[in-house]
């Protein structure tokens, strides 16, 4: 059994004259595929991304979907064993070394993802979407309802964070000018692939002191669009309700079920996709149930007021 998050998204489309339909997209892009060799991969000059349709046709059900990371050439990991040096992993012409995930997405904005350490995330749908079809939309993590609450009571008494960020050079250019800068000013606008810091007044500092407010705004607006580049974010602060430490760990935050599927036999490292696809949609109905998916989006909408 492979251990699995599946975690939830808000979908969004930013073209008015063309807004998205997924059953629409995915049946052009199966026939894209059909007339094109290899039209669905897309390489964005730092990686490879491939969008599988696998379900599209019935419009009663959700939209079912493969999304692979591809590695080939020179961009393969290598072999190893205890008794011999490193080799690389040899592949055929148009074969690729692939982290797949499941993806299924709703006509109600709402999608979701099976999750795990290598999966490729859903940015990288967004941008294949955007090149290959020329349909734009935004994907935002949904939160459990009560986290922007609780980053609110801590605002203006926020004492640590610890940030990690993927490419932080594309969050700088796409963030208001200067927050990243205000941030981390030694690492603005250098290209670098990743960066981790934590900063904040220390576990023993007096209770009494924070983090500046210029800098706490910048922690506020990452932790409140935080999606490809944030690979975690803990914010610590004194909680203005209950005047007691709070520890907000962003990421695992989101809305999410974890789950064990079984693997597929033939390859043991990915979930048999007919029951990853079935355990996303029964999760949507448990989470629909419990009025959680209808409240996070609720709560995410008030903050973008």
């Known amino acids: 059994m492979l251990k699995r998050k599946l ?3 808000r979908w969004t489309s930013l073209d008015n004259d063309r807004q998205f339909n997924p059953y629409a997209t995915m049946t052009t892009l199966a026939s894209e595929i059909d007339r094109q060799e290899e039209f669905e991969v897309l390489d964005s000059g730092e990686y490879k991304t491939a969008v599988l349709p696998v379900f599209y046709s019935d419009r009663s059900r959700p939209v079912r979907l493969q999304m692979l990371s591809l590695r080939g050439g020179t961009t393969l990991p290598v072999k190893w064993r205890s008794d011999s040096s490193l080799e690389s992993i040899n592949l055929l012409d148009g074969e690729y070394s692939a982290d797949v995930t499941h993806i299924v997405i709703w006509p109600d904005g709402v999608a979701a993802q099976e999750y795990h350490g290598n999966a490729p995330r859903m940015g990288r749908l967004s941008y294949f979407l955007r090149k ?3 349909q734009k939309i935004l994907i935002d993590g949904l939160y459990n309802p009560n986290m922007f609450a609780r980053l609110d009571e801590i605002r203006g008494q926020v004492r640590q964070v610890h940030l990690a960020l993927t490419r932080p050079e594309t969050w ?3 963030s208001r000018p200067g927050a990243f800068s205000t941030l981390l000013p030694a690492f603005a606008g250098v290209k670098t692939p990743s960066l981790k810091v934590a900063f904040g007044m220390g576990r023993y500092g007096p209770r009494d002191r ?3 407010p210029d800098i706490e705004e ?3 607006e990452i932790a409140e669009r935080a999606q490809e580049q944030v690979d975690s974010m803990v914010i610590g ?4 309700r209950t005047g007691k430490t709070e520890r907000i760990d962003l990421l695992n935050e989101r809305l999410h079920e974890a789950v064990e599927l079984p693997a597929e036999r033939e390859v043991p490292s990915i979930p048999r996709s007919d029951d990853a696809f079935s355990a996303i949609e029964n999760a949507r109905r448990s989470l629909d149930e419990k009025g959680l998916i209808a409240d996070a989006i609720r709560a995410q909408a008030v903050q973008e007021r």
């Open 210 to 212: 924070f983090l500046d």
């Open 237 to 240: 602060g004194l909680s203005r």
């Open 172 to 174: 700088a250019q796409d």
């Open 132 to 134: 290959k079809l020329d």
């Open 218 to 220: 910048t922690v506020f």
């Open 7 to 9: 975690v939830f998204y």
